[in-house]
């Protein structure tokens, strides 16, 4: 890695949480990732979710069939995880390498989440196969017991469900993903080293006040939901402490502007068009660049037990304004709009190049 006033450059990065979803939107969210990642983890939340192995494949060749010719981009494929899936997919799935992980959502905690597990108990044989198989769970650590108040949904999960799961099966390799909580910090920092946590530009950048600025901003509205500030300070250390537990995971999750603004908006914020520079920012408020290339490059393949990539990009110390809209063409003339994180503010770092 390299630091001047002017220029970073790093180790190309990796995206280890990303929703690209499908058609129109695919088409136009996948450059802006592939631009400056070599990889990312996929989510699997379409509508219908990817639950065969025939789904994944031809997800995967969807998103193949957009990623610009110039781009060297490789989409890591996962599978979702519901009542009912049989250990014997996992197994060929992994074996096969079609799967790099599975998913695993609380059965309505957060977008097309409603075929998710309705109750963890009841697929412990399901997890003795992912224990054995060496298959990583990643996990969507919200309970959804109504009477949990929203911004609870985190650390009663992790009391509730991880805990006990991690007693249970201590050799599963888990992410805990998008943390949010200086709960869910403590009880990374304190698992041993199958236990990783990714984290958000977002959940660095702006804490719950943010959603409630002279009105309802659903542009900030993500699940799991922004917390109070004191979470907010403490994700910032975990994130630019150097402690190989904590990694980049961008969790950027496009919704067209019609589905933010509805009566009932849906959660997710779209970070992808300046996400390593969005962490840039934290990293140099926080006195830690050096850091940077550790958290976006090296804990999370470290996790996950695959090669560093060679390549390296390069940010320039420029000032940008983030366009307020992020267009997604329907046809040549028609377009709707998805709203990008910072939008209308100022970055001070700007991505220059990837070399492989
Ligand atoms: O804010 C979120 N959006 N959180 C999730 O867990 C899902 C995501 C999405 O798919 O929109
Ligand atoms: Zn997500």
């Known amino acids: 890695m390299q630091i001047s006033q002017e220029k970073i450059s790093l180790r190309q990065p990796d995206d280890w949480h990303l929703h690209l979803r499908d058609g129109g939107v695919l088409k136009a969210v996948v450059a802006p990732t592939a631009r400056v990642f070599r990889r990312a983890v996929v989510m699997p939340n379409l509508q219908p979710p990817i639950t065969s192995l025939q789904d994944v494949v031809d997800y995967r060749k969807r998103i193949e069939s957009v990623i610009p010719k110039e781009l060297a981009f490789t989409p890591l494929m996962t599978l979702y995880l519901t009542d009912n899936l049989s250990p014997e997919i996992l197994k060929e799935g992994y074996s096969e390498g079609i799967i790099f992980a599975v998913k695993l959502y609380p059965a309505n905690s957060t977008t097309n989440s409603a075929s998710g597990v309705s109750d963890l108990e009841n697929i412990y044989s399901t ?75 977002h959940h660095l950048h702006i804490n719950r006040n943010a959603m409630f600025l002279n009105g309802f901003r659903s542009d900030f509205y993500c699940l799991p939901v922004v ?130």
Not at 253 to 277: D, M, Q, T, V, Y
Request: proline share 5%; with cysteine.
């Open 127 to 201: 997890f003795e196969t992912i224990e054995e198989i060496g298959l990583p769970l990643l996990i969507h650590g919200e309970v959804t017991d109504p009477d949990v108040d929203v911004f609870d949904r985190e650390a009663v999960f992790i009391d509730r469900h991880l805990d006990p799961l991690l007693q249970r099966f201590p050799n599963i390799r888990v992410v805990l993903e998008h943390i949010t909580t200086d709960n869910a910090v403590q009880y990374v920092q304190s698992s041993n080293s199958k236990l990783g946590a990714t984290i958000t530009p």
């Open 227 to 356: 917390k109070r500030e004191h979470h907010r300070i403490s994700l910032r250390r975990a994130a630019t402490s150097g402690q190989p537990c904590f990694f980049l995971g961008t969790d950027s999750a496009p919704h067209l502007r019609g589905f933010k603004e509805s009566a009932c908006g849906c959660a997710g914020i779209f970070n992808a068009l300046n996400a390593i520079e969005s962490y840039a920012q934290v990293f140099e408020e926080e006195g830690a660049l050096d850091r940077l290339e550790a958290f976006s490059s090296e804990f999370g393949p470290a996790f996950y037990g695959v090669p560093f990539n060679k390549g390296t990009i390069s940010m320039v110390r420029s000032s940008q304004t983030v366009p307020e809209k992020f267009n997604v063409y329907k046809t040549e003339n028609e377009f709707e709009y998805v709203v990008p994180f910072h939008a209308g503010e100022q970055l001070n770092w700007c991505f220059e190049s990837t070399s492989y």
